[in-house]
Every structure is written in C-alpha cells, then in structure tokens.
C-alpha cells in the first residue's frame, strides 16, 4: 500500500495543471478570466391565421385600392392619359398582390388566395401601357374582356365559395364589348357660325375622320365635319380667310369627348388654305386624306393635347 501513494498524487497534479491549461489559470482575479461567447437561440412561432373578419377587411382595402385605379380611365380623352390610367392600375395591381401574398389567411381562403394573387400579377403586366386606346370609355371596355379581370372574377367566385363573407370585385368594371359607334358621312361635329362663298372638298382614306378648319389666330375650329372611310364630302359655306386644316382619324367616335377611342391619329396640313373673293371668283380647296402620287400637300403629327377641339 505505502507505495501507491506517490503515483495518486501524480496523477492529481497532472489533473490539475490540465484544468488550468484549458481555463488559462492566472492569479485568480476575475478580470484575467477569459470571455466565453454564448449563443442563445430565439425560439419563434408561425404567425396565426387572421380570422374571417380580419381577412374580409383586407380584400376590401384591397377592393377598395383598385377601385380608385380603375376610376382613374374615366376622365382619359386621349392616347396619352389612357396610358397614364394603365400604369396607374399596373402599379396599383402590383402594390396590392405585395401586401396580400404577406398575409397569413384562413385555411378556407388559401385556394381563393393563390389564385387571387395569381390574377393580380397578371393584371400588374397587362395593364400597362394602354396599346392602341385613346379614351377611357375604350380602355374600361377592354378591360372588362381582359384574361386578368376574368381571373379575378374566378378567384372572387372561388373565395365566396369557399366562405360567402369572402366579398371581392366590386373595383372590376363589368363586361362590356369595344363599340364602333360612326356618324353618318358628312355630319357637321362644328357647325359654320357665319357664311361665305368658300367650298372644302375633302377626299378620306381607309379610316373615318373628322376633318376641321381652324382660323388663323383661333385655337378652336369654324368647322368640323364627319367623313368615312373612304368616302367624300363638300363643306360650302366657308367665309374668307387663312386656316390650317386639322384632322383626325381612327375607330369609334365617342361624341361626347368629341374623339376616336380606338386606333386614333391626330394631324394637321403643314401648309395653311387662304379663302378670297375677287371679281365675282371664289376659292374651292381640293384635299385628300390619301397618299395621292404627284400631291403637294404635306402633313405633320399633332400631340392629341394639343388638338383643337
């Protein structure tokens, strides 16, 4: 027995100067204590479903968002402000699927709501631009007939299926089919307030127009009048004076805007028409909206905002 004792008591030594290797022993002090990082793990929880009602209020924010962009077509008259009202709605449909696709719905909306989300993207990319309209009557029409709005309609169906407080679309316009509402050939949209011995005879393309006399000094027209596609008219009555020829041309003419909602252009001759009276003579004009070989009259784009109207 008497000579196990040494090698317990080297064994202890060993113990103890490997306890200090690994804590770095010092004097004792506690500021020659090394610092250990400890890492604590936040434990978190998936975030509850919002109820009916709650989930009710969002589509209705929603419903209400779009409604205001839809709104926006309504007082467009031109090419330009129907593009404006286009990408209005294309940010607006994109800003609403952001907030929605955060939301954590019933379990009974889940399916209405990918859908739902899927028809506003769509939306979001249709919207923009506004193609070939140029008034908001064309813009709402085409809208109403849009692949995005009847998946918007679906997922609206599918939503109040699935809970009949689920309520969404009352921003949707309803369906309604692009008119081409047309004059008859030769209707005045301006009549003539006064009268002289001037005639305009004017020759149209393949495109309705209208077709308008302005006044040298005047930024309104003396006279408008309706032409058809390739068809003809004579506008007598024309007093003395210097006027540009202004016309404009596309599909369905809205006569309350006083303007073509589809495929529109807007121009004017470069060279303006003087009307005189001289001996007994007075002047006929002679003008074709046509591409005519050999013709010497030349014509420039106008900004549709610019338009007399």
């Not at 202890?12 to 490997?18: D, E």
């Not at 990082?37 to 209705?60: G, K, W």
């Not at 249709?126 to 692949?147: F, H, I, T």
């Amino acid at each position: 027995m008497p000579t196990r004792a040494p090698h317990l008591a080297v064994r202890v030594v060993a113990l103890v100067s490997a306890a200090c290797t690994l804590i770095a022993c010092g004097t004792g002090s506690d500021s020659d204590l090394p610092t250990i990082p400890i890492a604590v793990a936040a434990s978190t929880s998936p975030a509850a479903p919002l109820t009916a009602p709650e989930y009710q209020q969002l589509l209705a924010a929603a419903d209400a968002e779009l409604r205001t962009a839809v709104a926006g077509f309504a007082p467009a008259r031109t090419s330009g402000a129907v593009r404006a009202a286009s990408d209005a709605l294309s940010k607006t449909a994109a800003a609403v699927r952001t907030r929605l696709m955060a939301a954590v719905v019933p379990p009974s909306a889940t399916s209405g709501h990918a859908s739902l989300l899927r028809a506003l993207d769509t939306l979001a990319f249709q919207a923009k631009g506004g193609g070939s309209l140029c008034a908001g009557s064309a813009a709402l029409a085409a809208l109403s007939q849009s692949p995005a709005v009847a998946d918007l309609r679906a997922a609206a169906d599918t939503l109040a299926k699935a809970d009949p407080t689920f309520q969404f679309g009352k921003s949707l316009p309803g369906r309604t089919q692009l008119a081409n509402r047309r004059l008859t050939n030769g209707t005045m949209v301006k009549k003539l307030s006064s009268r002289g011995p001037g005639e305009l005879k004017v020759t149209n393309a393949s495109s309705d127009a209208v077709i308008s006399l302005v006044r040298s000094g005047s930024k309104s027209p003396s006279v408008s009048v309706y032409v058809r596609g390739s068809g003809s008219y004579t506008v007598r009555g024309v007093p003395n004076g210097t006027y540009s020829v202004f016309y404009t041309s596309g599909k369905d003419w809205d006569a309350k805007a006083k303007a073509f909602t589809q495929q529109c252009a807007f121009a004017r001759f470069d060279d303006p028409l003087k009307y005189s009276t001289s001996g007994g003579q007075y002047t006929i004009w002679t003008i074709s909206l046509k591409k005519v070989v050999g013709g010497n009259a030349s014509s420039s784009a106008v900004d549709p905002d610019a338009f007399p109207g």
